[in-house]
């Protein structure tokens, strides 16, 4: 149990009434308000500045018995205290300068890692490799703007000559920092999201046996009647380290029947989210086609990709080809083959190979605020080629600062606070 703020100390006096030496871990009796005995573990204290909040702190390691924690709570929440929301131990740490806003992100990231390399890439952020590079690009947009404004608040000086050919490559060395943080931060972003994927079709074609094969279990019923599947089913699968996001849906198909009207209905919602549309065909029925009306309905930026399915009954050898209404494979999710083929070419459609050994965590807002960095940088170039001034170039870097600002919480919203780390556990 963790107490953090004004009142640690105090309710460390009442409830173990004993002397704690600051990050002394002491074997301890837990007292009630009666005196009595509530439990007996250890009590670790941790004075201001120097804990995980930056506040004074108390940690009371008892038993696990639900009964024993609970009356150990209602003691300590006599005593001053109340629940802590989601997150708001790690939101006290950014706000205390403990730490930045993508370290405090990154505890989050840590603790819901689905592969190993999303673990590995996460604790890199919450060292602050990302937070450096960030702060890289700040400090050039800085040394940018501080020379273009000398200009202006003292023309009379000799700084009113800019330099131009050492400017034009400050702001190409800036874009290029930029270019190459996004590549990073968008496969940081894949290790800690996952590449959402559904799989479309209509009944019978194979969709449930696919899932299975790609999850190497039996995750959703298979038989032969059309329609089986009526409800989304989810399995997260790790290909070589990066986790995708696998929804099996229900046959699209019209119908009356209303459990399954109800299951088309959420397989058309989860099309609309998804980052990747696999929809499958059975390759053994000619006269299928390519269900154009459904095809439609995917989101902007969504890829789809067609899976012809059941090759093991027309004799067919398994492949990846291109065509005019997007990238086919052919497979049987019932023998296996050409389902290697289906994941090597998820992953480069992702371009996704393995993570490197420096790849550290981001998260979708990280990425966007990178690009609202890189279109202003590209402003400012364009204004400075064009001579329009360097109060216009000053602006447009002004921005692109209040841009990475974001990303490190120096510059953000409160609502935007609470929105992240609404999204921590409690505890944390």
Known sequence: MRISGPLARAIADNIVRRLLSPRVATYARFVGTGGETLDRGIALRYEAPHSYTGEDVLELHAHGSPVALDLLLQEVSSLGARLARPGEFSERAFLNGKLDLTQAEAIADLIDSATA?????????????????????????????????GTLDFPEDEIDTVDTARLGEQLEGALDATASLITQATL?????????????????????????????????????????TRDAIHVEISLGGLPFHFTDTAGLRATSDPVESEGVRRTRAAVAQADHVLFVLDASDFGARDSGDETERLPVGARLTWVHNKIDLIGVEPAVRAGPSGDAVYLSAKTGAGVALLEQYLKSCVDYHEAPAGAFSARRRHVDALRRVQACVQEAQKAFLAARGPELVAEHLRLAQQALSEITGDFTSEDLLGEIFSTFCVGK
């Not at 604790?123 to 020379?147: D, K, M, N, W, Y």
């Not at 959402?196 to 032969?224: E, F, Q, Y």
């Open 188 to 228: 940081g972003r894949m290790l800690t999201d996952g590449v959402r994927v559904v799989i479309a079709g209509p009944p019978n074609v194979g969709k449930s046996s696919l899932l299975n094969r790609l999850a190497r279990d039996d995750c959703a019923i298979v038989t032969a009647v059309a329609g089986t």
């Open 117 to 149: 390399e999303a673990a590995r890439a996460a604790l890199r952020s919450l060292e602050g490799e990302f937070s450096a590079r960030v702060r890289e690009i700040f400090e050039q947009l800085v040394a940018l703007r501080a020379h273009l404004e």
